[in-house]
T-cell receptor, first 117, second 114 residues
Framework: GAGVSQSPSNKVTEKGKDVELRCDPI?????LYWYRQSLGQGLEFLIY????????KSGLPSDRFSAERTGGSVSTLTIQRTQQEDSAVYLC???????????????FGSGTRLTVV | QKEVEQDPGPLSVPEGAIVSLNCTYS??????FMWYRQYSRKGPELLMY????GNKEDGRFTAQVDKSSKYISLFIRDSQPSDSATYLC??????????????FGQGTILTVHP
């Protein structure tokens, strides 16, 4: 696609429910990243994929968070048993590769705004 | 202490002013430095990237990196109301398994008023 697409754009869920957030990267981009942005805060790294593997998942806050990527394309971030502190904007980004000058800058999606009530 | 510190502002300037945005960092292994601009309810977009110390200019924007002081800056000349946004500095390592990861500052909210 022309850009990074995230869905849904907004999600309101009840505390304790599971949610799935989807990211569709730019076609051909091999690297995919998930970040979280809380109100008034910078971006907090969660996980990144190179192809279908995740070399670095050190930013996932707890075992309630998981992510997968299939076919080297679409990625899903799943949050189980959501808590109010999970409320944030979840941003996905992609780049051609992590190792070349073109990969230095990501292209971000517009994010999923998650509200846990 | 955060690895990257950025004054969140907010910063309000008149149109035409020169704006200076800054970040300091603690990890001397950071090699690549970026500035992103984020409009409300949008994802960040890449403005500038630099490698190692020095200056880089692109139109009204100049990025500076001083690795000896662990300090980076973004200057905006002749600021316009359309520059009103949140500006985020970001940096990454030069290698290793985590070199795809960017570490961001908190972002500075800038308003340029006519």
């Amino acid at each position: 696609g022309a850009g990074v697409s995230q869905s849904p754009s907004n999600k309101v869920t009840e505390k304790g429910k599971d949610v799935e957030l989807r990211c569709d990267p730019i076609s051909g981009h091999t690297a995919l990243y998930w970040y979280r942005q809380s109100l008034g805060q910078g971006l907090e790294f969660l996980i990144y994929f190179q192809g279908n593997s995740a070399p670095d998942k050190s930013g996932l806050p707890s075992d309630r968070f998981s992510a997968e990527r299939t076919g080297g394309s679409v990625s899903t971030l799943t949050i189980q048993r959501t808590q109010q502190e999970d409320s944030a904007v979840y941003l996905c980004a992609s780049s051609l590769t992590t190792g070349t000058i073109l990969g230095y800058g990501y292209t971000f999606g517009s994010g999923t705004r998650l509200t846990v009530v | 202490q955060k690895e990257v510190e950025q004054d969140p502002g907010p910063l309000s300037v008149p149109e035409g002013a020169i704006v200076s945005l800054n970040c300091t960092y603690s990890n001397s292994a950071f090699q690549y430095f970026m500035w992103y601009r984020q409009y409300s309810r949008k994802g960040p977009e890449l403005l500038m990237y630099t490698y190692s110390s020095g200056n880089k200019e692109d139109g009204r924007f100049t990025a500076q990196v001083d690795k000896s002081s662990k300090y980076i800056s973004l200057f905006i000349r002749d600021s316009q109301p359309s520059d009103s946004a949140t500006y985020l500095c970001a940096m990454r390592l030069g290698g290793g398994t985590s070199y795809g990861k960017l570490t961001f500052g908190q972002g500075t909210i800038l308003t340029v008023h006519p």
